[in-house]
């Protein structure tokens, strides 16, 4: 059987998942009998919720005789470290375009990855049934791209299709009136122009795990290709460390994929990707081999983090009143059992008691490990995200991204004044009648808080787009912290509609009446710089004295919802998010009123 292994890549909402969906109905793959969801790839709930991959996925499919594996990457640059390891496994990729946005960061960053891996391209430009759409353009742009990133001649000359992933419908030409409802000019392009796995079919043994995955029976498993020889269960086989080391394992479980299924098999052949059980810690770019055959494929780059959180136990008044999972021992087993799937994510002890300091690609990717907690009942606390300061030759350094940012004219001015005061270097600017793109290199500390801001300049309608560049010397002078102070409640208790009313000329509300909060609960904003300490649940006095104006009733402004993504990026670095299966909750780090006030005092002085 002829097999052809192939990436799905694109910038963030440009429609690959559910151009993987169309694929699978479109191709011989799925019985009579089997339905496939929308966006069926994204089997995480908070995948579908947000509409965004955050894992890698693969599948494959059948088409005309040939299996084609799948592999759906994820698009945001939080999750980047996937797509480079994917890399590794495929042969060409297929590159999902919008027809009207065109090439963003994520596309430029994920070409970029499949160009120096010498891999073959196919171009799919999608939504092209938007009214905005502009096919021909983009393509010409994609050119430009492909040349400044040094294609080769071959590269350069890439085949391109049609589609609304949305209809279901493609062709070769940008004309809509051509759109049929088939993904055959696609798959068709797929097998003639990605070129078969360059592997061994005979010799002895060499598969190498690009991704890792982990359940509950069989632990954890590497998925990757195998590159030379047969793979089969109940073998005794060699895995080479990275570290030089050699341990050997038998093969207890072996698994293909095909459609919405991972089936289990016997063997297994080169060319082929699969995933493989029976080393518990076995990690991603480690080789699996014959015993006494050991040769080590090359390594394979995994992405090292940029930011990091304190994460601790709660110990808010209200601490395992709500969350099934509240110890310190639980907590620790959870974020270690999550490095066991993402080699992106790193977990350490602080030099506290029950705080540890958990470090990923972006506020993004620890943002869905919090909320994946949050959901399985775990309660804790965590701190303002920061961005790893690392020393390099003797300075020391932070990491810095590249920024796009798409906005209407009007708004250009505050944005540049807005970006300018976080330490954003502007690289170019392009604009049309309406719109215009700015190009910036900044800190990633600038970054940190940013996304309320900028909403708020440039009134909901800009957009931003960023991805990790390098480590740069760091910036002084960068404000980080919020500039307006906080609301603080002094007494714990049920929040009433009267205590609300007295302050709500002070600031903006985060609080509903009959919500319980304790000493030290950030209840809202303030309209100044300083914080400023509060009674939400003070009730009005009662006498034996009718009033001649009688009580009215209190009509209270819509309190502000605090997502956990605005949360974190909201507090100051005195300041922790409480996270509890049914509530998010903004605290101050010293609860009782009088001491933190002594503390800051100190501070100040």
């Not at 049929?180 to 005979?202: F, G, H, K, Q, Y």
């Amino acid at each position: 059987m002829e097999i052809r292994n192939v990436a799905i890549i694109a910038h963030v909402d440009h429609g690959k998942t559910t151009l993987v969906d169309q694929l699978l109905k479109k191709s011989e793959t799925l019985t009579i009998r089997e339905t496939i969801e929308e966006r069926a790839m994204d089997s995480n709930d908070l995948e579908r919720e947000r509409g965004i991959t955050i894992l890698a996925k693969n599948t494959a499919v059948m088409y005309k005789g040939y299996k084609i594996n799948i592999l759906d990457t994820p698009g945001h640059a939080d999750f980047s470290g996937e797509v480079q390891r994917i890399m590794k496994m495929v042969d060409g990729v297929v590159l999902v375009v919008d027809a009207y946005e065109g090439a963003m960061p994520q596309t430029r960053f994920v070409l970029k990855e499949a160009l120096e891996n010498n891999l073959k391209p196919i171009v799919v430009i999608n939504k092209v049934d938007k009214d905005s759409a502009r096919p021909d353009e983009v393509v010409d742009e994609l050119l430009d791209l492909f040349i400044e990133l040094g294609a080769t001649d071959d590269q350069l000359d890439f085949k391109v299709a049609f589609a609304s992933a949305t209809h279901g419908t493609s062709s070769l030409s940008s004309d809509i009136t051509t759109q049929e409802e088939t993904m055959n000019p696609i798959l068709d392009l797929i097998v003639s122009e990605i070129p078969a796995p360059s592997v061994e079919r005979e010799g002895y043994l060499q598969f190498q795990g690009a991704l890792l995955d982990y359940n509950e029976y069989v632990g954890r498993m590497a998925i990757g290709r195998i590159k030379r020889g047969t793979i089969k269960t109940n073998t005794i086989v060699s895995c080479m460390r990275t570290d030089g080391s050699l341990k050997s394992f038998r093969i207890q479980k072996l698994y293909s994929f095909l459609g919405l299924h991972r089936t289990e098999i016997l063997e297994a052949y080169a060319g082929d990707i699969v995933a493989v059980a029976g080393l518990v810690d076995i990690n991603v770019g480690e080789t699996i081999c014959e015993v006494g055959y050991e040769e080590a494929l090359p390594p394979i780059k995994i992405s090292e983090p940029t930011v990091e959180m304190y994460f601790s136990v709660n110990n808010s008044p209200f601490a395992g009143k709500e969350g099934k999972f509240v110890t310190s021992t639980k907590l620790e087993e959870r974020l270690l059992r999550e490095t066991q799937k993402d080699v992106s994510l790193r977990v350490n002890r602080s030099g506290y008691h029950d705080e540890w300091i958990v470090s990923g690609r972006g506020e993004l990717h620890l943002g869905i490990l919090i909320e994946n907690m949050r959901r399985e009942g775990y309660e804790f606390q965590v701190a303002k995200p920061k961005p790893i300061i690392k020393e390099i030759e003797g300075k020391k350094c932070e990491p810095f991204e590249f920024v796009q940012i798409d906005l209407p004219n009007e708004y250009t001015g505050s944005t540049i004044e807005l970006i300018g005061r976080l330490g954003g270097i502007l690289e170019s600017m392009t604009n049309d009648i309406s719109q215009t793109r700015l190009i910036y290199t900044m800190p990633s500390r600038g970054l940190i808080g940013l996304t309320t801001d900028f909403m708020t300049c440039t009134k909901g309608y800009g957009t931003m787009s960023h991805i990790f560049l390098d480590y740069r010397p760091l910036e002084s002078g960068l404000v980080g912290n919020r500039k307006l102070g906080v609301l603080v409640a002094t007494n714990e208790g049920k929040t009433t509609a009267y205590g609300i009313g007295q302050i709500e000329d002070r600031g903006v509300l985060f609080v509903e009446p009959n919500e319980n909060v304790y000493e030290g609960q950030i209840v809202g904003e303030c309209n100044k710089e300083d914080d400023l300490a509060v009674n939400v649940i003070k009730a009005k006095q009662q006498t034996n004295q009718r009033s001649s104006s009688k009580d009215t009733t209190v009509v209270l402004k819509r309190p502000r919802i605090m997502p956990l993504e605005v949360c974190m990026e909201y507090i100051n670095d005195d300041e922790l998010v409480e996270i509890t299966p049914k509530n998010i909750r903004l605290r101050k780090k010293i609860l009782n009123t009088n001491q933190r006030k002594k503390f800051d005092s100190r501070k100040e002085g």
